[in-house]
Every structure is written in structure tokens, then in C-alpha cells.
């Protein structure tokens, strides 16, 4: 079973830093789409940013330039770079993966536009907390 735990969310204030931090309890080379959602409160849950398996990556138009998505197999560790941090930004962000099981992957497409993206997407870690103020 594939269990994902969030880290590195807190409070800051606005045009701070903050490394979110996504581990992982299966070898995410065999994932084929990695993904950062974020959810703020009264809202609809949102896609942030992708990272597929050759390394391609999408952003939501409101974090582009700001955020940058990375992972590292060696550690098994997503990661979401965040900068220019708004207040608009505070919300709860969970990380989500597919995974590979020999041929089969539960994922066929990797990009936060694509409106079934979170349904290809299995695991999901609880959230981390980020509270932007101004």
C-alpha cells in the first residue's frame, strides 16, 4: 500500500518562502504522475502542479512562475517550491500519486488542466497546512 505524508507547511507572511515536502512509502520512480492539490476553506479542491515520470510539469496559471514542482526518487520525496507566497495561497495542500504495478498504471495523463486528473490519482496524503498573511 502507498502512503504519502505532507510536511513543511506553516504560517508566513506574504512574499515568504515555504518547501512543501511529500514522502513517500513506495519507490516513486514507478510513478507515473505525481501531483500537488491545494483546497482553501469554502473551496474547491484545486490542482496545483504535476510531475509526470520523464519529468514534464504543469502549473496552474495562478501559481506559474512562483511554484515549481520537483521529485526525487533517490528519496522517494515529492517536493513543491513556493515563492512570492500570497495570502490567497493559504490553504490546505495534499500530495497525490498514481503507481505502477508492471505495466499498469493507474494515471493516463498528467496536467492539471485535464479535468480527471484526480481521479487517476489513488493515494493521497492527509495535508499539510499553509497560512499566508499579510
Known amino acids: 500500500q502507498m502512503q504519502l505524508v505532507e510536511s513543511g507547511g506553516g504560517s508566513v507572511q506574504a512574499g515568504d518562502s515555504l518547501k512543501l515536502s511529500c514522502g513517500a512509502s513506495?519507490?516513486?520512480?514507478?510513478?507515473?504522475?505525481m501531483a500537488w492539490f491545494r483546497q482553501a476553506p469554502g473551496e474547491e479542491r484545486e490542482g496545483v502542479a504535476t510531475i509526470d515520470s520523464d519529468g514534464t510539469t504543469t502549473y496552474a496559471d495562478s501559481v506559474k512562475g512562483r511554484f515549481t514542482i520537483s521529485k526525487d526518487n533517490a528519496n522517494n520525496t515529492l517536493y513543491l517550491e513556493m515563492n512570492s507566497l500570497r495570502p490567497e495561497d493559504t490553504a490546505l495542500y495534499y500530495c497525490a500519486t498514481d503507481f505502477c504495478d508492471g505495466d499498469y498504471c493507474a494515471a493516463d495523463y498528467c496536467a492539471v488542466d485535464h479535468w480527471g486528473l484526480q481521479y487517476g490519482l489513488d493515494y493521497w496524503g492527509e495535508g499539510t497546512l499553509v497560512n499566508i498573511s499579510s
Open positions: 513506495k519507490d516513486t520512480s514507478r510513478s507515473y504522475c
